[in-house]
């Protein structure tokens, strides 16, 4: 039982150090999602609307990160990169076409 004890001790601690670093990986794992998807070719609607989605939920993980509410700002961080790289699928798919 100590040992449960000790390992859901460990696992909360590192839970809570999570909430209060900012999320610099996610941030950054988003701002290269997003300028690979821009640079790719192609011009298509739903690309540029999964693109400018991935724009503002950077936009807003970097308002949360300024506000130091960092768990949004990572929710908010990985969302922009999903969308980034929903955008870069969509166009590759298109220029393979």
């Known amino acids: 039982m100590q040992g449960m004890r000790s390992v859901f001790c460990l696992i909360i601690l590192l839970l809570s150090a999570c909430a209060t670093k900012p999320p610099v990986q996610a941030m950054s794992d988003a701002r290269s999602a997003i300028k690979t998807a821009q640079q790719l070719p192609g011009d298509m609607p739903k ?20 506000a130091e509410r960092y768990e949004q700002a990572r929710v908010k961080a990985r969302e922009a990169r999903r969308n980034a790289q929903q955008a870069a699928r969509i166009k590759q798919s298109t220029f393979n076409k």
Not at 47 to 60: D, F, N, R, T, W
């Open 47 to 66: 690309a540029a609307y999964y693109l400018k989605s991935a724009e503002q939920a950077l936009s807003e993980a970097a308002q949360a990160v300024k």
